[in-house]
């Protein structure tokens, strides 16, 4: 496809979400083009990778577990046909189970209510005592006091998924377009591309935006027909295990440490990534000391022997929040335009079921039933003038 020419579907944002949407659309026979400035970029580049549906359950998400639980679902599947598809691939997709930890008394009530909770919603779930958890995993901490073992909490290397991605979309017809788009053009109420960077335009039937926590904030979008998607900041650590340590971890391991969120992810190759803060700082992506000193310091807490690790990148990302931190799947309330963003915590893991909802409603022009309940227009009551 020439540049500027017509497109049955045009995506703006080339992160994880926004590839997996083209892809899936290709494959279903449409011609699509993707516009990013940095393609494969984004919060799935500095994401952990952990596909935790059960273990990042928070009361009243049934809708959002039971998406998270459908694309966990497919995850196996999903990864290994885009290995085939990106000619050989690795996506680091790993079946390894998390185990979430108390390191002290409140926290043990707290999981024990969450373990309730997973077994009245029938989870795979399965508590287990301090010494059960070391068992598991010798490198834990003495102190921990009890936990839960979910086997079907798994783990991917959002970076190898992207690098995947991009390389499936291409090989399907995707075009790649390296530019921003910098203003949404809209035509008798209806959306029809967009302008780019260079000065050139790329009309298209229908127009995906799926720029993360830039989505709302593009010029030419009318007001109300998105609401404001946050950025939400966190910072990663990402520490090598010498071969002679491993394995250091089996699985992943998560715990509420002095009220914050933390997890670590042992990657088969060595890697360990330890995250996540989350800062509400607008769209700084700064790596901090403080942050740093709190994820070790944690970190320490739970894993003792932590800090005689080497460490070899910091960095930070910005993961896209809605409202109701629930994502906006589907056509939105601009005739043309469809929404594929605010997927905050949960962006790598929702990947192979929004790739597959979305591309069924640009070929379609149906929604399908599971992507209900996530429609951007729950934020809107009338179509824009």
Known sequence: MAPGTHADVLVIGGGVIGLAVAWRAAQRGLRVVVVDLDPGGGA?????????????????????????????????AFAAELTEASGGEDTGYRRCGTIAV??????????????????????????????????????????VRGGLHVT???????????????????????????????????AGDRAVGARLSTGESVTADQVVLAAGPRSHLLPGLPEGVLPAIRPVKGQILRLRVPAPYRPFLSRNVRAVVRGQHLYLVPREDGELVIGATSEEQGYDTTVTAGGVYELLRDAHELVPGITELPLVETCAGLRPGSPD??????????????????????????????????????????????AEPFSPTRFTTKVPA
């Open 44 to 76: 799935a580049r500095v994401a952990a990778g952990m596909l935790a549906p059960v273990t990042e359950l928070q009361y009243g998400e049934e809708p959002l577990l039971r998406l998270g639980m459908a694309s966990n679902e497919r995850y196996a």
């Open 102 to 143: 108390a390191l002290d008394s409140d926290d043990r009530e707290e999981l024990r209510e969450l373990h309730a909770f997973h077994r009245r919603l029938g989870l795979d779930s399965h508590w287990l005592t301090g010494r059960e958890a070391r068992k598991l995993e010798p490198m834990l901490a003495p102190g």
């Open 152 to 186: 079907d909490d798994h783990q991917v290397d959002g970076r190898r998924l992207l690098t995947a991605l991009l390389l499936a979309g291409e090989a399907a017809g995707v075009v790649v377009r390296r530019a921003e788009a910098v203003e949404l053009l809209v």
């Open 325 to 370: 931190n629930a994502p906006l799947l589907g056509p939105t309330a601009l005739p043309g335009l469809v929404a594929a963003t605010g997927h905050y915590r949960n962006g790598v893991l929702l990947t192979p079921v929004t790739g597959d909802l979305v591309a069924e409603y640009l070929a379609t022009g149906t929604t399908p039933e599971l």
